[in-house]
């Protein structure tokens, strides 16, 4: 059940039917998303989650849409396989590669939540001139899915996506806020300040723990949007809609899933996620393709 089996390339899932009693399910290419998973904990502390973490193939930000396609299908398999109510991906990268697909492959069978749309929406809301600035990995931003998001939510505004490839994976190390990582701030943000946005989307969920710094440099009058409170409105309303809420008077549990070494998972995991973090359980993922130095645009 729940893992995708592939016959002449069409996926057929089967995945077990989904009752209130079962965890919401939740994937990333690390532990940025246990920036989104934090809200949910905080917003539906009534509800269990499962988090499942491909620490071994990070980073996805520059990696080909074929490829994250393959490893969303194979990590939402594995959770799937253990049984969710719902399925939350919490990286833009692997959102814009697999969700559209996901979503048409689980259809009637189980919701998939993600994040683009939601932050889309929240800077449409946000935005004052029109102007909505986006910082994302390469794979995320040339996907376009920010700008398909961004023109259905609010159909007059611009927006001025750039890329940080070295931002997360700065991020990911865990050490402190060093001058390594304000010089790549500074970067990423002198386009978005000649734009004169007014908004800027955290187009991935490792940007909030550097959140203090982007707002300094972009400077107070900027809105930045990131995607953890809208993902936990998002996956609220899923399962009041669908009827698959828990009791609110009962205390929900989480867990957590790592395909790298767990030790490492928790150490970095807690500064993201700002709650204990017990056991972590190691799971196998196929192996991905070794990016050159520089990434994909390196073999180019």
């Known amino acids: 059940m729940g893992r995708a089996r592939s016959a002449a390339h069409a996926n057929i899932w089967r995945v077990a039917r989904p009752d209130s009693s079962l965890p919401v399910a939740v994937f990333d290419s690390g532990v940025g998303g246990l920036t989104v998973l934090h809200e949910c904990l905080v917003s539906l502390p009534h509800e269990d989650f499962v988090y499942l973490g491909d620490t071994e193939r990070f980073p996805y930000g520059e990696r080909e849409p074929d490829e994250l396609l393959a490893f969303s299908r194979e990590l939402a398999?594995?959770?799937?396989?253990?049984?969710?109510?719902?399925?939350?991906?919490?990286?833009?990268?692997?959102?814009?590669?697999?969700?559209?697909?996901?979503?048409?492959?689980?259809?009637?069978?189980?919701?998939?939540?993600?994040?683009?749309?939601?932050?889309?929406?929240?800077?449409?809301?946000?935005?004052?001139?029109?102007?909505v600035g986006l910082?994302?990995?390469t794979a995320t931003v040339q996907s376009g899915a920010y700008a398909r998001a961004l023109a259905e939510a609010a159909?007059?505004?611009?927006?001025?996506?750039?890329?940080?490839?070295?931002?997360?994976p700065l991020i990911q190390e865990g050490g402190e806020v060093d001058e390594r990582v304000i010089a790549c701030v500074e970067e990423a943000c002198t386009p978005l300040i000649e734009a004169r946005v007014d908004?800027?989307?955290?187009?991935?969920?490792?940007?909030?723990?550097?959140?203090?710094?982007?707002?300094?440099?972009?400077?107070?009058?900027?809105?930045?949007?990131?995607?953890?409170?809208?993902?936990?409105?998002?996956?609220?309303?899923?399962?009041?809609?669908?009827?698959?809420?828990?009791?609110?008077?009962?205390?929900?549990?989480y867990r957590f899933l790592a395909s790298g070494d767990p030790s490492e998972f928790r150490r970095l995991g807690i500064r993201f996620l700002q709650l204990p973090i017990g056991d972590v359980r190691r799971v196998a993922v196929a192996p991905a393709r070794v990016l050159p130095p520089g990434g994909v645009r390196a073999a180019a």
């Open 155 to 168: 159909p007059g505004a611009e927006l001025h996506a750039v890329a940080a490839p070295d931002l997360a």
């Open 199 to 253: 908004t800027v989307i955290l187009g991935c969920t490792h940007y909030p723990l550097v959140r203090p710094a982007l707002q300094r440099r972009l400077g107070r009058g900027v809105t930045l949007v990131s995607s953890g409170e809208a993902i936990a409105e998002e996956v609220e309303g899923r399962l009041s809609r669908a009827g698959l809420g828990r009791e609110e008077d009962r205390r929900g549990d």
């Open 77 to 131: 398999g594995k959770l799937l396989d253990g049984g969710a109510k719902l399925l939350v991906i919490a990286c833009n990268s692997a959102t814009a590669a697999a969700a559209t697909t996901l979503r048409e492959e689980l259809a009637g069978q189980v919701d998939v939540v993600s994040v683009v749309t939601p932050e889309s929406r929240l800077a449409a809301g946000a935005t004052r001139n029109g102007r």
């Open 135 to 137: 910082l994302a990995t």
